[in-house]
């Protein structure tokens, strides 16, 4: 889905990091031909405006992933520490026609990751949606609320302790089964 | 094929590059098209019976509720309205009314399971959802599915947009009051629907498209029976262009309603018709191509002026395109496997379980605990008739996903409403909603 080379040519020039190949100034690694870049959680936001500023017009997605149910997973380069949150952004150029992955560790101490909206105000709802469900909080966003939970909801559902929950079926008036 | 390549560098088309203002999405203060305000602080400004709301009796703003039970609203959309007399100044979605947690239920379901689920959430276009939830699958697995299978997805799909543009065609004529449009509308998508359900079973929720492949082979006969419907839908499309397209009132509620330049569009994360009706040129399908889309023919359809009309005729448009596509898939559809023969992920067929053991141990594997799938994470994306429909997959090495991730075009969209409606009537804000095609199966998920 992605055109490697168009960004292979970033790669090269930004290369030269102590720890394995770097793009805008982060560690980048390939998933099944995707890009993928690792910036630190403080240097989320110039990163992401980094990208934007070369061509990376869109904000296609943005989610968070809690991997506390799963800590040791393989695919994040040297030098970045796995930690209990993940947040997602993929964004996309029309010039080139590619994609990039943004993956940014985010303590569970601190929770907190700027928000992109005065970069892409389209991810106002997609950072809405992360911390409602995931429980990512983001710094500087404009409306800082529930989106698909109601606005008393307690918790975060897409947390790995919170379980499915099942209502246990009583058939109290039910006749007895033959 | 010369000049695609250079609208791939710019898809405003050769010489352009004018996106237009995008200022007043950025805006983050009152004077913002979006609503900010939740339910709490609505509550207090609107006070109670022994509390009645003070303030300038002047102002004559108030805050109006649409939805989420209303016809227009198509399903459970809700919407705040600040209104000054008939004009909508500012207004938020208020979505969740259709939550069911589905990425929680995913996390809980085998890869095998995991259409069932997915189909559910764009209920008019479910096979959308299956294919980009398959192609994310498989891509974790490394998995190469037979051509023949690849061009019976291809044909589904074309055939489900088509069914997806002409309920929007159905609706959209409903909420602007031509109540005709409707009843055809409903007419020709349930022909398609019956193409469905002779190969899926189902008329809707078809579970048909599956990692490795589709659930079963077309049946027998099935190009009669797309031949039909090539030969039934285009003569109804040009009766729909001339019950709406060309008619004065049906221009004039569409017309220059729900205006957006494509700088707009593009930090909004719109996709699809929305960003399409800009002028702006950008269809996954053919800037980057998947399943086999690079080797039909079909024209990418462009607005030019970002209106609720650009955006219904494109939709008509997209119709006859999908048909384009699927009359080269009938000669084109190759003959092989219509799922792959990899004993791990697709159930042995029903006569070898008779014969073989390992056959019977495959069968059973499969559908109690699941194929494993490596570690590992990707993103697989589609072009849904809404937009963008991506499937953002995580995998811990187990039989179900560790976290499935739908990015939902109707969600996305959706942001584009209150800026959609700024400023605006409210009757026009109904023709907007339509004309933004949100289903909410899909924006709440």
């Known amino acids: ?178 | 094929m010369s000049d695609v390549a250079e609208q791939v560098t710019n898809p405003m088309g050769p010489g352009r590059t004018d996106l237009g203002p995008s200022e007043r999405v950025f805006r983050r203060d009152e004077t913002s098209a979006v609503l900010r305000l939740s339910e709490a602080e609505a509550a207090v400004l609107a006070g109670g019976a022994d509390d009645p709301p003070t303030g300038d009796v002047a102002d004559q703003r108030m805050i109006l509720n649409m939805g989420p039970s209303h016809p227009s609203t198509h399903g459970v959309l809700r919407l705040m309205l600040e209104m000054e007399g008939e004009a909508i100044l500012r207004s938020k979605p208020v979505i969740g009314y259709l939550h069911t947690g589905m990425e929680k239920t995913a996390e809980n379901l085998t890869y095998l399971q995991g259409p069932t689920n997915v189909t559910r959430m764009d209920y008019a276009a479910p096979l959308f959802s299956e294919l980009a939830f398959s192609l994310a699958v498989e891509q974790l697995l490394g998995l190469e599915v037979p051509t023949r299978a690849t061009w019976i997805r291809m044909l589904m799909c074309e055939l489900n947009r088509v069914s997806s543009h002409l309920l929007f065609q159905a609706t959209n004529g409903m909420d602007l009051g031509a109540v005709s449009m409707m009843i055809y509308g409903w007419r020709e998508r349930e022909e398609v629907l019956r193409f469905f359900e002779k190969v899926t079973g189902l008329r809707m929720n078809h579970n048909y498209i599956r990692p490795g492949g589709v659930a079963a082979d077309l049946p027998d006969g099935w190009q009669a029976d797309v031949r039909r419907l090539l030969e039934l839908i285009p003569p109804r499309l040009d009766e729909y262009d001339t019950l709406l397209t060309g008619q004065p009132i049906f221009r004039g509620r569409l017309q220059g309603v729900g205006v957006i330049t494509p700088a707009e569009a593009l930090a909004l994360s719109a996709t699809g018709p929305i960003l399409r009706s800009t002028g702006y040129a950008w269809d996954l399908r053919r800037d980057q191509p998947y399943l086999a889309y690079d080797e039909v023919e079909f024209d990418v359809i462009v607005g030019t002026h970002g209106d609720s009309f650009d955006r219904y005729a494109i939709r008509q448009n997209e119709i006859r395109e999908s048909l384009r596509i699927v009359e080269q898939i009938l000669d084109l559809m190759p003959a092989g496997d219509y799922r792959v023969q990899d004993k791990k992920v697709t159930p042995p067929p029903r006569a070898r379980i008779d014969e073989s053991m390992e056959a019977l141990i495959h069968h059973f594997k499969i559908f109690t605990e699941g194929f494993h799938v490596p570690q590992g994470e990707t993103y697989a994306a589609v072009e849904s008739p809404r937009g963008e429909l991506g499937c953002y997959l995580v995998s811990d090495g187990g039989p179900k996903p560790y976290r499935m991730h739908i990015r939902g075009p109707s969600f996305v969209n959706l942001q584009t409403l209150p800026h959609l409606m700024e400023g605006g009537l409210i009757a026009d804000g109904v023709a907007v909603i339509s004309s933004v095609d949100p289903i909410m199966g899909e924006v709440d998920r």
């Open chain 1, 1 to 178: 889905m992605t055109d490697p080379a168009a960004v292979g040519a970033d790669t090269d020039e930004a290369a030269g990091g102590p720890t394995g190949p770097t793009a805008w100034g982060v560690p980048v690694t390939e998933s099944f031909g995707q890009v993928v870049l690792h910036p630190p959680v403080d240097r989320w936001f110039e990163t992401v405006a980094a990208c934007r500023d070369d061509g990376y017009v869109m904000a296609i997605d943005l989610t968070a992933v809690d991997y506390s149910a799963h800590p040791g997973r393989t695919d994040l380069p040297e030098g970045v520490g796995a930690e209990r949150f993940e947040v997602v952004a993929s964004l996309l150029s029309h010039a080139t026609g590619g994609r990039l992955r943004l993956r940014t560790q985010v303590p569970e101490s601190n929770p907190e990751v700027a928000s992109l909206f005065d970069l892409y105000p389209g991810t106002e709802a997609m950072e809405r949606e992360a911390w409602d469900l995931v429980g990512v909080a983001f710094s500087g966003h404009p409306d800082h609320t529930r989106i698909l939970m109601p606005e008393d909801w307690e918790g975060h559902p897409l947390r790995r302790d919170v379980s499915m929950g099942r209502i246990p079926v009583q058939f109290r008036d039910a006749p007895p089964a033959r």
